[in-house]
């Protein structure tokens, strides 16, 4: 089976890459793009390390193709800061003591980011709903939530 | 892991032709979030993975003048719930679209995918047997239609033949003085595997106190979800009263053959479609009442 | 926090972000699966599908004919007969029996991870499948199937006589308890169960090695210790450990789960035989099946009191599964089931016990939970039965200074007590709990926390900084509080110390990090190491000042003689000493010893059951816990919180669910139900700080105590809200409607 050209913008820039028609996106990613930063934690869309934004929309990249990724727009935990300036999300996190072992961090950062950006004045309750698809083991939560409660104080402008 | 490989279509009529020349090894790919795993994992034999998300209507949400509405299989589930008709006029499709997965499943999990993995216990599929939603299926022979209760025929099985195709999904009309609801049960709060889910939808006298009719469906408790249609006609033509709806329930709990397994018990299932299709059918009611 | 006495220090307890924080929330920090070597292959184990199978024979011809593969390799590879390797190599790659269903039978390398998977499936294994021993109180019974042939229990009395699969048999006696039983007014017992469960690290295992022509072999793997896991694949491999460099990446959660090496010598083999680098990552499957989850358990315990609310006596009968292998460790229990109280007469029996699962490893506190699932419930039970309130119960027997502790050795400064009277105190025990079906539990735990060997260096940067150099694998964020406590001892600012984590080329030897250890043990090397630092520069110092050595004194940061006439800040110092002689470097090495005083924690949890489902909801818990000296507020109270979370999901959902052929049916993340955001509430927190007399700071180890009372507390809760007492774990939906039918 020969591989194929996938195009697509990444993190805002353009790119091109060769994938096997049963290679995911998170394979992609990691292995021809050299985007380590999602994780495989279970290869099966049921703990979100792996999230990235394709076309706007949180998903797990495990459970997407690469080939369905051609002419996407994606964004990956690379592209959430913006050069040298980490997101109120990545600061808030490293300010609530939100991380311990950091493995899940990546995958929660991207979705906090996808809840904020489409319910920017989620309470608790809605908040834990959104993120209930991404597990950690470490935190229980608890300094997560408030790390997305602290980001949401932030003025609109900078997330 | 499985080796497949991957086309995506323009049209319907191209996507038939490669299931058909393909056979059973062509399957279907919508979100994926089933099919890609199972493919992987060789769960499923899977030698070509045909996208139909490119496809016009397969992603679809049609709003008909006559009330009724077409949604196409593929389309994801958080558009469905963001709707501003479907939240109004149908909630409890509403009701299990935002409960399959978690966000990133719902950006790209359909009620088309969920009906054709054919699951015992898929979310969406009670309520469309419900609602009384009808398959609007096309193949190299032409299109045709199969109410949602007649489509799953084991685990993991349906109706499809080769080379058809689950085009979109009709819902009729919903009656004046009608409401519906689904609710499951898990042992989390999100992520879960249903141990056991119902979805009620009855429609009221005009003053509310009776039921005219009702379809009642449970899931996760036989081999396919169920039209349990001695359930609603417990209900039909009776007042609207705990007593009437505990036959109901009782009926359903009749018609309930579940096993026991890493998800649930035997007993714990059979009592659980009491809970569920009593809270669906009070839910229903006040949603009906308005 | 609640503090019984502690100097004003200037960096330890303030809460500054983690060196590796910013790697981490972008994305930079390279984990184990993400290391990548030029022309690296991909390797892949074949595991048993059967519990229990004699190996008859194994033929890798067809995988070796497999375009794209490089290598094959099985437990040939490491020694000519299978059936004499020790337990560490069988496990690793199996020898003439297939022990547990995941067991690893062969691995490949080869040039994609897809050919490796389809070589793997083409190596034929032919089994003679046996039946498994599967259930813990079972396979202790004559006549159950016999994993290990030569296995003797190993007793006080000496070796056993027959083939066993009970590997050995600890007794802990003090005083006599039928003696003090029949003082006693009120007894309470009952037997527990509880399930086998994983420890749920999100990053799977990885591995990847690579072996030199000249045999210097390197390995990149995500570990809880690179020195014990040099020292394992040494002895598993018969590779001199001068040859092996083991390179620490950062991990992805541990919990214990990471201590033993499973792909590190496979994916070693495979490197030699093909010449190439070879990575090996496990997926979650794997991780269910070939790691070391913990061990379920079944414990008969019996509590005796008089009618004045003391314990007299206290009788337990303990069996823990080791899985396939000796792996448990069930007299860690006996050192902690009665460590939170004075009770003069004792009878302990613990049994470790091979059944056809999965070896086990340690679980945060491995023993403690399941004990205190046993323990805490007869003390709630005790309480109403004696009709007082719970945590009175709990202080009028409550350990203190001089009690008998683990292995019977005296407590020095056990904070349970305070631990207790902060439960009493707390805006949350003082809150009624209105409404029905509702309850509130409380539990104590305890574990006895380990010091060990750590050793670590410092450099002096020539602007007056500093460069830690350790080898404690950091999984939780101890980069930051070793690297604290080196800037209180130096007198400097935080930022001014840079810490790394190296390889086992670069540091002094570093035991594992594990037993809430690092911030404990490596951080008294960290002292050590600092001390030396500032001799050093004394020494560099006295001569511009005309006085010896030993007359430069230093206090608060500063430098100074004795008269006060002269003095120097460090940073002043460094700068001025770091150029005056050879490079201005010093070391602390330590052994802090086994028992390093140990940690109580306790908890308070609020429970709503639904009659018509079975389902608990976890309405509020308070986590109350012993720090000693809490380093870093916020990580010690994260370790309290993640603890607690990991007792929730044990005690609700999580559990191997085993069919009778030993497969195990959930192994997915999917129906091993681990907690979402969407299962717990906040969890508050208390800490205790009742310092440690063990440590220059006062610090105690804070990693595992926290998970010890979750188990307890909750069904104590659950009992108070359906009046149903639970024996068993999980305490899933199912379990609560069945056992609270009727009521």
């Keep these: 089976m020969a591989k194929r050209i996938v195009s697509a913008t990444i993190n805002g820039e353009p790119m091109e890459f060769a994938a096997e028609p049963y290679e995911t996106l998170l394979e992609a990613l990691r292995n021809d793009l050299g985007l380590t930063g999602s994780k495989e934690g279970c290869g099966n869309g049921n703990c979100g390390a792996c999230n990235v934004m394709l076309n706007g929309a949180l998903v797990n990249s495990c459970c997407v193709l690469a080939l369905e990724a051609n002419g996407a727009n994606i964004t990956t935990i690379e592209g959430v800061a913006q050069g040298d300036h980490l997101h109120p999300l990545q600061q808030a996190f490293l300010e609530e003591a939100a991380l311990q072992c950091g493995i899940c961090t990546p995958g929660f950062i991207v979705a906090a980011k996808a809840l904020l950006d489409n319910e920017p004045d989620a309470d608790e309750a809605r908040i834990r709903h959104w993120l209930a698809g991404n597990l950690c083991r470490c935190t229980g939560y608890d300094k997560i939530i408030r790390a997305v409660q602290l980001a949401q104080k932030q003025p609109a402008g900078s997330r | ?290 | 926090m609640v503090t019984t006495s502690k100097p004003a220090y200037k960096v330890i307890g303030t809460r500054p972000i983690r060196p590796d924080g910013i790697d981490k929330v972008t994305g930079r920090a390279v984990y184990g699966a993400d290391v990548r070597q030029p022309g690296m292959l991909y390797g892949r184990i074949k595991r048993s599908p059967h519990a229990h199978a004699i190996i008859k024979s194994i033929n890798t011809a067809k995988a070796e004919a497999l375009p794209g593969v490089r290598a094959v390799v099985t437990s040939k590879d490491l020694g000519p007969d299978p059936a004499a390797l020790p337990d560490a190599s069988k496990n690793i790659l199996a020898g003439d029996k297939a022990l547990y269903r995941g067991h690893a039978i062969a691995a490949v390398a080869a040039t994609s991870d897809l050919i490796a998977r389809q070589a793997a499936d083409l190596i034929e294994v032919e089994y003679e499948v046996l039946e498994p021993a599967l259930d813990v109180r079972e396979a202790m019974l004559p006549g159950a199937p016999i994993l290990h042939p030569n296995m003797r229990t190993r007793t006080p009395a000496g070796p056993g006589q027959e083939p066993s699969n009970i590997v050995a048999h600890a007794a802990v006696v003090f005083g006599d308890v039928e003696k003090g039983f029949a003082e006693c007014d009120v007894i309470v017992e009952g037997e527990f169960k509880t399930k086998m469960v994983h420890q749920g690290y999100i990053e799977p295992q990885s591995a990847t090695a690579m072996w030199n022509p000249d045999g210097q072999l390197t390995i990149w793997t995500c570990t809880q210790g690179s020195f014990p896991a040099r020292q394992s694949v040494s002895q598993i491999l018969g590779h001199p450990v001068s040859k092996i460099k083991v390179i620490p990446t950062e991990i992805g959660g541990g919990f214990g789960g990471k201590i033993s090496v499973y792909l590190e010598p496979v994916a070693a083999l495979l490197s030699k035989k093909s010449g190439k680098p070879v990575k090996m990552t496990m997926d979650r499957v794997d991780v269910f099946e070939g790691t070391g989850p913990t061990p379920g358990t079944s414990i008969k315990a019996k509590l005796g009191a008089t009618k004045d609310g003391k314990f007299r006596a206290f009788q337990a009968d303990m069996a823990y599964e080791n899985g396939a292998f000796a792996g448990s460790a069930a007299n860690y229990a006996t050192m902690c089931i009665t460590a939170a109280y004075d009770i003069e007469h004792v009878k302990m029996d613990a049994y470790d016990v091979v059944v056809n699962k999965p070896r086990t490893q340690d679980y945060r506190a491995p023993s403690s939970p399941a004990a205190a699932f046993a323990m805490e419930q007869l003390v709630d039970e005790m309480a109403e039965k004696l009709g007082m309130d719970v945590e009175e119960l709990r202080l009028a027997n409550t350990c203190r200074p001089g009690t008998r502790g683990p292995m019977g050795m005296p407590h020095q400064a056990p904070g349970h007590e305070e631990c207790v009277k902060q439960a009493l105190a707390s805006e949350h025990y003082r809150s009624p709990l209105e409404g029905p079906n509702k309850g509130r539990g409380t539990a104590s735990g305890f574990w006895f926390n380990v010091g060990l060997r750590s050793s670590v260096s410092v450099t002096v940067m020539p602007d007056g900084t500093v460069s830690l150099i350790e080898g404690s694998t950091d999984i939780g964020g101890t980069r930051a509080s070793l690297a604290m406590q080196l800037a209180e001892t130096l007198g400097i600012a935080y930022e001014d110390v840079k810490p790394s984590v190296v390889d086992t080329d670069s540091v002094g030897y570093n035991d594992v990090t594990a037993g809430s250890r690092v911030t404990f043990g490596t951080g008294m090397a960290v002292h050590e190491a600092g001390k030396n630092l500032i001799k050093e520069m004394a020494t560099r110092l006295a001569p511009t000042w005309q006085v010896q050595p030993d007359e430069v004194e230093f206090e608060g940061g500063t430098f100074k003689t004795k008269d006060g006439a002269k003095s120097m800040s460090f940073k002043e110092a460094a700068q001025a000493t770091v150029g005056r002689g050879p490079g201005l470097t010093a070391s602390g090495s330590v052994n802090a010893g086994f028992l390093q005083g140990g940690g109580f924690a306790h908890a308070i949890v609020d429970v709503e059951v639904d009659p018509e489902t079975g389902k608990v909801t976890i309405l509020r818990y308070t986590a109350i816990q012993d720090a000693g000296t809490a380093v870093h507020p916020s990580y010690v109270e994260g370790q309290m919180q993640g603890g607690a979370v990991q007792g929730i999901g044990w005690a609700l959902n999580e559990e191997y669910y085993y069919d009778e052929t030993g497969r195990m049916a959930n192994a997915s993340y999917l129906d091993y139900r681990i907690p979402t955001t969407l299962d717990v509430p906040m969890i508050d927190t208390i800490i205790v700080e009742v310092p440690n007399p063990l440590h220059p700071f006062g610090v105690r180890g804070v990693g595992e105590p926290g998970i010890v009372p979750p188990l307890a507390a909750i069904a104590n809760a659950v009992a108070h809200a359906t009046g149903v007492r639970q024996h068993q774990l999980p305490m899933n939906p199912a379990r609560i409607l069945e056992t609270t039918k009727g009521k």
């Design chain 2, 1 to 290: 892991m499985q080796a497949f490989d991957y086309v995506a279509p323009s049209s319907v009529q191209e996507a038939v032709a490669v299931l058909a020349k393909h056979g059973p090894a062509a399957r279907v790919l919508a979100g994926g979030t089933d099919i890609i795993i199972q493919a992987r994992e060789g769960r499923r034999d899977v030698a070509v993975m045909v996208d139909v998300k490119g496809i016009a209507e397969l992603t679809q949400i049609t709003h008909n003048g006559d009330g009724s509405l077409r949604i196409g299989a593929a389309t994801p589930c958080a558009r469905i719930y963001s709707d501003p008709v479907i939240k109004q006029r149908f909630p409890a499709i509403v009701d299990s679209a935002s409960l399959i997965g978690g966000i990133q499943i719902q950006s790209r999990a359909s009620l088309g995918g969920n009906l054709c993995n054919s699951g015992p216990a898929g979310d969406s599929i009670p309520t469309m047997i419900a609602l009384g939603a009808v398959c609007e299926i096309t193949g190299p022979g032409g299109s045709r239609t199969v109410k949602v209760e007649d489509f799953c025929t084991a685990p993991g099985r349906n109706v499809l033949q080769n080379g058809e195709m689950l085009v979109s999904l009709l819902f009729p009309a919903p009656s004046g003085n009608s409401g519906a609801a689904f609710e499951r049960f898990i042992p989390r709060n999100e992520m879960d595997i249903a141990v056991a889910n119902a979805a009620s939808n009855v429609t009221l006298s005009a003053d509310g106190q009776t039921f005219q009719s009702a379809r009642i469906a449970i899931g996760a408790v036989a081999p396919t979800p169920l039209y349990v249609e001695a359930a609603g006609a417990a209900l039909a033509g009776q007042p609207v009263n705990d007593a009437t709806i505990a036959r109901a329930c009782e009926a359903a709990q009749a018609a309930a053959s579940p096993i026991n397994d890493m998800r649930g018990t035997i007993e714990q299932r059979k009592h659980l479609v009491g809970v569920l299709v009593r809270r669906t059918i009070n839910k229903a009611v006040q949603r009906a009442r308005g």
